[in-house]
């Protein structure tokens, strides 16, 4: 499985990412022309997905981590958050009932509420793009995608633990 | 190897799952009540004002196209652990060599005249809300018995159909175990904006029947007030009854070890009919939460399937929801006059929040509003990590999160 990586040592605290998802993110009648003022120019402009925070470090780039055990899939009452076939934790827009569970339970602080839509917003790691948003729109490589398969177990522990920063 | 799982809601099917991922050589014979298909309990409210129609609220996944498992619509009466048997109302038993209860909780009723009136329902399951929704018909005022998270919810959906609304709780405010008393002040508020009536501090005591309908309901306090439909809503108990001669532990519920088993060797239980240790106020309390289900069943699947596996610390209030058109998102500790703990407060327009520390440990919170990252901070109460000295700048964190 894929995992995006991130270094919070190369990230600039740019904002790129947290754009380029947003774009990735514009509503489905707007696909063919994915743009930025496609995007802001939506009557509900999309969410961003993940966040360039304050660190220990300097600014980095927070992001879903797509959990093992994940407590946003545990807590939530109506089956919306699920598992898809590789691995990645999403959320079923019709059948979330706005609850704000997922929120109340992820430990990364990275479910947000689309208060207009009345429901949950969080990554879905771009199912329909080759590479995901922002770790193709970051110009530093502070993002990157990984293969935790293939990676030794100690090393894909300690990716594990330090991915998302 | 032989498993028997009673009840057919969260707790069983996660553990039917992992029982059925960890052993192929299982053979597994499942106990409902419920006719299935299973369904999401917390969204029957949904039913009533047709805002989700049945087949929106079933499990997204449903495990029957497995021949390994075998389903019996019955009800367990009785369990023999000397036997390893359990027995149904039909008159049949089961044998087992591990046990699951997980039969939850159902609706406490109150004990006051006219409960039988026709008009005045129990509404815990898919049957009743459906029975419900027929009743609603031509109905012009409702009263809920229980101003708690499940009647609040069921009055808004009820509301939404256009009928009168009354919520009757006898506490000192509605949302007791979600809220303190400046954020359920904040909400009846909404709520009443809204058109909705609210009677705190006073209880009911009288169900008014002519010819066997219902009427209306008689108060405490004196007042009286008329409908034609009936919510009791007064709270659950633990389903234990049918383990009254099983010599299976129970104090409040069902008592068992982290590893989810009770007195009785090779029976497990989880969910709702269980009582947890509250990892904040560190007492073994009843709690009827989702999530709390969700990891005890997972937890005696594991084990019941031969991979140990502990329960997570656990907490009896871990809730979040939206009324009156207001997030709120509440664990731990609520509320507290002690002076051993520092409590902190914010507000900003309709945004409040709520922190309440043990020394440098955060062991309480609620954010109404503002919502966001909330589960960062649900975590360090679950985790009762100690913060040293970042608790002044999390404090801040937090509070002056509410004026950006
Ligand atoms: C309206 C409503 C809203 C809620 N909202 C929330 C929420 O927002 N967040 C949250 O965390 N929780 C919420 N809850 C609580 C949550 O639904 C419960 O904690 C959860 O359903 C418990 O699951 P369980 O599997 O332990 O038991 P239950 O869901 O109670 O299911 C037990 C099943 O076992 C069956 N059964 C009982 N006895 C027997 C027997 N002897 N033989 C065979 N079968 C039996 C029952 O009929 C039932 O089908 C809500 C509940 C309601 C009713
Ligand atoms: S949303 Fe949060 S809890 Fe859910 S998988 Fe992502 S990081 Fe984990
Ligand atoms: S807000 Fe939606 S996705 Fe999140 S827990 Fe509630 S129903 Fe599930």
């Given at each position: 499985m894929e995992v995006i990586y991130v270094q919070a040592d190369k990230c600039l605290g740019c904002k790129t990412c947290e754009i380029e998802c947003r774009i990735a993110h514009a509503e489905e009648n707007h696909a063919e022309k994915k743009t930025l003022l496609a995007a802001i120019s939506q009557v509900r402009p999309p969410k961003r997905r993940l966040f360039v925070e304050q660190g220990e470090i300097g600014k980095t780039p927070v992001i879903c981590r797509?959990?093992?055990?994940?407590p946003c899939i545990v807590d939530c009452i109506s089956g919306s958050i699920y598992r898809d076939e590789q691995g990645f934790v999403r959320r079923k827009k019709e059948r979330c009932m706005g609850c704000w569970s997922c929120i109340m339970a992820c430990p990364f602080g990275v479910v947000v509420r689309d208060a207009e839509a009345h429901i949950a917003v969080k990554c879905d790691h771009c199912p329909d793009l080759e590479t995901p948003a922002c770790v193709a729109g970051c110009p530093t490589r502070a993002l990157q995608l990984v293969d935790v398969d293939s990676l030794p177990l100690e090393r894909r522990k300690e990716l594990l633990l330090k991915k998302g920063g | 190897m032989r498993y028997v799982i009673v009840g057919g809601s969260i707790a069983a099917t996660t553990a039917l799952n992992v029982i059925r991922a960890n052993r192929p050589d299982a053979e597994i014979q499942v106990v409902a009540d419920e006719a299935m298909p299973f369904y999401y309990r917390a969204l029957i409210p949904f039913l009533l004002d047709n805002s989700r129609i049945v087949d929106d609220i079933l499990f997204t996944e449903q495990p029957t196209n497995d021949e390994r498992v075998h389903f019996h619509h019955d009800q367990c009466i009785g369990v023999d652990p000397g036997k390893k048997m359990i027995g149904l109302a039909s008159g049949t038993t089961c044998s087992y060599d591990k046990l699951l209860l997980a039969a939850g909780s159902s609706s406490r009723i109150p004990d006051i005249p006219g409960v039988a009136s026709q008009g005045v329902f129990t509404l815990r399951n898919m049957d009743e809300a459906l029975k419900v929704r027929e009743a609603l018909q031509g109905c012009r005022n409702a009263v809920v018995i229980g101003g708690a998270l499940a009647g609040v919810k069921m009055a808004e959906a009820l509301k939404r159909t256009g009928v009168h609304l009354t919520v009757v709780e006898q506490r000192s405010h509605i949302l007791p175990f979600i809220a303190d008393t400046e954020t359920a002040r904040r909400m009846s508020n909404k709520l009443c904006e809204q058109g909705m009536e609210i009677h705190s501090n006073d209880s009911a005591k009288e169900i008014l029947a002519t010819d066997g309908q219902a009427t209306g309901v008689r108060l405490a306090s004196g007042k009286t007030i008329s409908a034609d439909l009936i919510l009791l809503m007064a709270g659950v108990r633990p389903n234990?009854?049918?383990?009254?001669?099983?010599g299976i532990d129970i104090d409040q519920a069902v008592l068992t070890d982290r590893e989810m088993q009770t007195s009785v060797v090779d029976v497990y239980a989880a969910g709702d009919m269980v009582q947890i240790h509250d990892a904040v106020i560190g007492k073994d309390v009843v709690s009827a939460l989702w999530g709390n289900a969700v990891h005890m069943g997972r937890t005696a699947g594991f084990n019941m399937s031969g991979i140990k596996a502990l329960v997570p610390p656990l907490l009896s209030s871990f809730n979040s929801t939206e009324i009156g058109g207001l997030p709120i998102i509440s664990a731990g500790?609520?509320?507290?006059?002690?002076?051993?703990y520092a409590v902190y407060t914010e507000a900003q327009g309709e945004n409040y929040r709520k922190l309440i520390f043990d020394q440098d440990r955060l062991v309480g919170m609620i954010f109404l509003g503002d919502v966001s990252r909330a589960g960062v901070y649900t975590n360090l109460i679950r985790n009762r990590i100690s913060l040293g000295e970042r608790k002044d700048a999390l404090v801040r964190e937090i509070m002056s999160a509410l004026y950006y």
């Open positions: 797509h959990c093992e055990e994940a | 234990v009854e049918f383990l009254a001669d099983s500790l609520l509320h507290t006059d002690s002076s051993h």
